[in-house]
């Protein structure tokens, strides 16, 4: 499979396109000045303990309080709660983690009001972006993901990555990982650490510790709230979760992040550092590499399907819709049930790549054409879930209910990747009515006088339509003579096809646009 990262960078984002043979598959847009991303560590205070939710709000900084509920705790918390107060007094520099002594793990339904009060500083994690009109979610449960493992304070058990099926692989990555893993540690054995060597799990384990060390050691003095530590820019914590060997290209058009992203992959993987690439041509880059087009056919609620098959998706405040149809995809030699059961299929293949793409969370119910045979919902119940495997988000997949629907969970950790596809009218600007065409010349006219006379303007260039511009050059004597004698300067007048019949545009001499 070929595997591609185009990415576009300008001053106030990063726009991330993963593409898969040539389709694009995920779209990532970050923002140059989000502060709260997920994976970030803040020092946060208590605001309010809220008994009837059993949650409290924490004030991290951001104009909502972020949200934390007993379940988000995570079972160690009372060992980091008494960890991070030592840090906050610097008493931690002679008791390094692995000779703490742990405390005993909360109750899986205890209270939260036993465990945090009003005021209280406390070390969080952001587990979720602020979404709408939400603050952001967090969870004290902190953990370091690296490219071979996770690293988890004030833990020691060791877990596999359940994509890993080999069990003497799974046996030989816990064996190794328990011989090098520090006390107090837990650790999360990634899928690309499969068929790894020690010293690379060991390398991977030294430099979490060490970022565990500076976050401790910066809490000493802090006041909340405050930001201990940030997450990887999303361009290399992606690089970070996807990328593997069987990459063939990165490509990047601008050159501070190409600098960036080739190191950074030069410190992963150093055999792969020649697939970064630095794009210089003129045209955009998401042009070049069809991106663009793909996004305005990809987005949008009428998504259509090369066969003529299309999806109709609708979003609603507690869930997503997504509607199959079959449109003009019918094959007479087929029976009914035939054809149903192959659009399904064709159907769960795009909306496995639109979840993906659109970032779409929380429960998405499917519904798919009726098929009458139970083997037939079987097949594109596990058609489903195979195209689902390739999706990094954790997902759940219920079976077809006996209405043909089809329920799925997905984890939402950001706001949904919506791009508008709709353009407006540039000849109404969404109005429903235009100048009267009559008056064009005259307007023109003006435009001129107004740039030449006073504004001083030297080598202008009018932009119009075809047709305009075969009415303004027509005969001997003609309307673009006439203006050079009138304001005694040679006017440029060039065809744009693209521009509507009455658009026009004005250009200095070195082809920058000039607005009125």
């Not at 899986?108 to 009003?118: D, P, Q, R, T």
Request: proline share 3%.
């Amino acid at each position: 499979m070929n595997k591609e990262l185009i990415i576009k960078s300008n001053s106030s984002e990063v726009v991330i396109a993963f593409l898969e043979d040539k389709q694009l598959v995920e779209l990532h847009r970050e923002k140059k000045n989000n502060d709260y991303s997920v994976g970030d560590i803040y020092l946060g205070k208590v605001r309010k303990i809220v008994s009837g939710l059993n949650a409290s709000f924490v004030d991290v900084g951001y104009e909502k309080d972020a949200f934390l509920h007993y379940f988000d705790l995570g079972s160690r918390v009372k060992s980091f709660n008494k960890y991070t107060k030592l840090a906050l007094s610097g008493k931690t520099k002679n008791l390094p983690i692995d000779e703490f002594n742990l405390e005993d793990e909360i109750e899986k339904a205890g209270k939260i009001s036993n465990v945090l009060s009003s005021s209280q500083s406390v070390l969080v994690q952001i587990a979720k972006e602020p979404i709408s009109t939400k603050g952001p979610r967090i969870t004290t449960d902190i953990s370091l993901p690296g490219r071979y493992i996770v690293l988890m304070p004030f833990s020691n058990r060791i877990s596999v990555s359940q994509k890993i099926k080999d069990a003497n692989e799974k046996a030989r990555l816990r064996r190794l990982v328990k011989s090098i893993k520090p006390n107090n540690f837990g650790v999360i054995i990634r899928t690309v650490a499969e068929g790894k060597k020690v010293a690379e799990l060991d390398s991977d384990m030294k430099d979490l510790v060490s970022k565990w060390e500076r976050i401790i050691n910066t809490l000493n003095g802090v006041s909340p709230p405050k930001m201990i530590m940030g997450e990887l820019s999303r361009t290399a914590a992606m690089l970070r979760d996807i990328f593997d060997g069987s990459f063939n290209n990165i490509h990047i058009d601008e050159p501070v992040l190409y600098e960036e992203v080739k190191e950074y992959v030069k410190s992963i993987s150093p055999d792969n550092a020649d697939i970064v690439k630095y794009y210089k041509n003129k045209t955009p880059i998401f042009d070049h590499f069809g991106v663009e087009k793909q996004i305005k056919g990809s987005f949008g609620k009428i998504v259509s399907i090369k066969s003529g098959t299309y999806l109709i998706i609708e979003h609603t405040e507690a869930l997503h819709v997504i509607d199959v149809n079959s449109g003009h995809r019918i094959k007479s030699e087929n029976n009914q049930e035939t054809n149903a059961l192959e659009v399904n299929l064709e159907a769960a293949k795009e909306i496995a790549r639109q979840l993906r793409l659109r970032d779409m969370g929380g429960i998405i119910v499917v519904d798919f054409i009726d098929m009458l045979e139970a083997a037939n919902r079987r097949k594109l119940f596990e058609q489903m879930k195979e195209e689902m495997k390739k999706d990094r988000a954790k997902h759940n997949i219920l079976p077809p209910s006996k209405f043909g629907l089809v329920q799925i969970t997905r984890q939402r950790v950001r706001s949904e990747t919506n791009v508008k596809t709709l353009e407006k009218c540039p000849a109404c600007g969404g109005t429903g009515e235009i100048k009267p065409s009559i008056i064009l010349m005259d307007e023109l006219e003006n435009n001129i006088r107004y740039l030449i006379q006073e504004q001083n303007e030297k080598g202008l260039i009018v932009r119009v339509h075809p047709y305009i511009y075969a009415y303004l050059n027509k005969g001997l004597f003609s309307v673009k003579w006439k203006w050079r004698f009138k304001f005694k300067k040679w006017i440029k007048i060039e065809p744009s096809s693209s521009y509507h019949f009455l658009e026009y545009n004005f250009f200095d001499k070195n082809n920058e646009e000039i607005k009125l």
